[in-house]
């Protein structure tokens, strides 16, 4: 039977348009990609500077990214355009089609998606991550589960939310009333409690995304800032939207998170399928297979974004490293993802949080008695330079950035190790400031690559069209307004 809020059983829905339903032939879409690419490189090694390019004005002459795929099942801060994958996966000789394609970094897995469906180059990918929920994501946008059995699975959901007369709410976490009232709690744990049925890992796993995606929607949260501030009417100046944000106040109040999370597993579920229809007719897939970019340690997923312990086995044979770190002193994960992160029980406390933010590459939580021993020099002058100057005015500071630039080493000594010859890495970041100093994260991860064995053969600058998710949270930092990508070969011989 069909219950309350169930998906629609009609069949095709998709999301978006096929990547390989565009206007262009693949092999002219990678015609033209490797043209520019070539045209890029020439210009800088003439220069030496980054050169100026939009990745999506190039993409969408073939493509859209709107809503495409299953990008958008769950909110996540800082996420990489897939513009810039989707080109690189059209370059010839960069991309491999059906090679090994790795993100160190993969976040909530926007190349994993990517990499299996391009249209000219499609590659088996894989990726690591420190984040327990971020592996969730990735691991449900890039797992193909028969449209019968989520729709046969929620309707048992339904039935077991309708029969459940339990008042439990959720575990105590700091400031639990302050983010959701009693009523909205209440029924958020039990949306929670009727997964409790659930045995197949996949399909548990689909359902705990879909109701992580609405914990925002329901939290007295500030949905402009990617970190969680309280909605107040008083930080709006017009009349009118502060009427319109009382009342959207008074919704939240009362939220029913089983009607939004009926919503979202009908539109999760269409995501889901036209990404399953597009990755078909490929032989490639995509899955995270590891924790930690310092180590390329593998290791077996379990269930809920939780893994094993990584194996003596590490990721190598890969033919294109492509990734987005994190900066220093720039993005706390954990503290944007707070209220999702204590809603699933990944986090109980401040302590556990803490605990999953210095796990964290980029981190700025270094112990005092860990400073000096980031004031070290470096395998990057300008990196050194840097923690230098801010040293001057914040030791604390410069040791965050000391301690980002040796875990980044160790990345890209990694990342040389598992790639084959001639393979290429991608790397875009983020320029930042600290204490008034910019911190060239470009210059200092091509100096890096470089000590690691890479040579550097193109970097490129990209305006970030959102700021939506770079807030200044604090003097010490800069809001990012722009991106880099440094592009690192592996010498052939």
């Avoid at 439990?168 to 302050?178: I, M, Q, T, V, Y």
């Amino acid at each position: 039977m069909t219950n309350r809020g169930a998906p629609g059983r009609t069949h095709g829905q998709t999301t978006g348009r096929s990547v390989r339903g565009g206007d262009l032939a693949p092999d002219l879409i990678s015609a033209l990609a490797t043209e520019s690419f070539d045209t890029l490189s020439k210009k800088f090694a003439t220069t030496g500077r980054a050169v100026d390019f939009d990745f999506r004005a190039h993409c969408t002459t073939w493509t859209s990214r709107s809503d495409h795929f299953t990008h958008r099942m769950h909110r996540y801060p800082g996420r990489l355009t897939p513009y810039i994958p989707l080109y690189f996966l059209g370059v010839e000789g960069v991309a491999v089609t059906d090679g090994r394609l790795l993100d160190p970094f993969a976040g909530c897995g926007t190349v994993l998606v990517e990499a299996p469906v391009h249209p000219c180059h499609p590659m088996a990918a894989q990726g690591l991550e420190i984040n327990p929920l971020a592996r969730l994501i990735a691991k449900v946008k890039t797992t193909a589960i028969p449209r019968r059995a989520i729709l046969d699975a929620w309707d048992r959901i339904c039935e077991k939310h309708a029969a459940d007369r339990s008042r439990r709410g959720l575990p105590d976490f700091p400031n639990k009333r302050h983010w959701f009232t009693e009523t909205v709690e209440k029924r958020l744990a039990r949306a929670l409690r009727a997964l409790d049925g659930l045995r197949d890992t996949d399909l548990r796993d689909f359902f705990l995304v879909a109701i992580s995606s609405v914990v925002r929607q329901v939290a007295l949260a500030d949905p402009r800032v990617s970190v969680p501030v309280i909605l107040n009417p008083q930080n709006f100046r017009d009349r009118e939207t502060r009427r319109a944000i009382r009342a959207e106040i008074t919704r939240r109040q009362d939220a029913d998170p089983f009607t939004l999370l009926a919503a979202a597993v009908k539109s999760n579920l269409a995501r889901l399928q036209s990404w399953v229809e597009a990755v078909s007719g490929t032989r490639c897939s995509a899955a995270v297979v590891g924790p930690d970019a310092r180590t390329f340690a593998l290791a077996p997923y379990i269930s809920a974004g939780q893994m094993s312990s990584a194996r003596s086995r590490r990721v190598a044979h890969v033919d294109l490293v492509l990734t987005s770190p994190p900066y220093a002193n720039a993005q706390r994960y954990t503290r944007s993802l707070r209220l999702e992160l204590f809603t699933l029980g990944y986090t109980t406390g401040t302590q556990d949080e803490s605990a999953l933010d210095k796990q964290q590459v980029g981190t700025e939580r270094v112990s005092k008695g860990e400073i000096d021993s980031y004031f070290v020099a470096s395998d990057s002058q300008c990196a050194d330079k840097a923690i230098r100057s801010i040293r001057r005015d914040d030791p604390y500071r410069a040791a965050i950035v000391g301690k980002y630039v040796h875990d980044m080493a160790q990345v890209m000594r990694n990342c040389h190790a598992a790639l084959t010859k001639g393979g290429h890495a991608v790397f875009v970041i983020g320029n930042n400031s600290v204490r008034g100093r910019v911190v060239n994260n470009a210059q200092i991860l091509a100096e890096l690559g470089v000590t690691a064995g890479f040579e550097e053969i193109l970097r490129v600058k990209n305006r970030i069209p959102s700021r939506g998710l770079l807030t200044k949270r604090h003097p010490t930092a800069g809001v990012i307004t722009h991106e880099h990508v440094v592009v690192l070969r592996k010498p052939s011989l």
